[in-house]
């Protein structure tokens, strides 16, 4: 009798760390929208002040946040976005467009 194989694929995580972004600075990622999939730039990776997390709370220690600038054409919309990179495939963020003057249109995803 053969053993049964799992034919489960390894399980990704739901979120993203430093440790996956901080390489891709410079680097491109794909948006998907519902009506288009958009090419945007990591143009900025910070380090948040690093947190002592109390058992059973939520959190992380290393908080961190990205910055992305998109094409003149992109959605300028706030929610939850798929993204995909070949580095780490793909996940769902939470993006806020922000509006610099004279620039096209970025998106800041924060992990607390």
Do not use: A, W
């Not at 053969?2 to 489960?8: G, Q, V």
């Not at 995909?84 to 922000?98: A, D, K, L, Y």
Request: aromatic letters at 8%.
């Amino acid at each position: 009798m053969t053993e049964p194989t799992d034919t489960k694929e390894e399980e990704k995580p739901l979120t993203l760390e430093l440790e996956d972004i901080e390489p891709l600075l410079d680097q491109e990622l794909t948006l998907h929208f519902d009506d288009c999939d958009i090419n945007v730039t990591i143009i900025e990776v910070k380090r948040g002040k690093k947190q002592v997390i109390p058992k059973g709370m939520l959190g992380r220690e290393q908080p961190f946040s990205f910055v992305v600038r998109g094409p003149e054409n992109c959605p300028n919309q706030q929610g939850n976005f798929r993204v995909s990179h070949p580095s780490f495939g793909e996940r769902i963020i939470f993006m806020v467009p922000i509006y610099p003057e004279n620039d096209p249109v970025r998106y800041q995803i924060v992990f607390n």
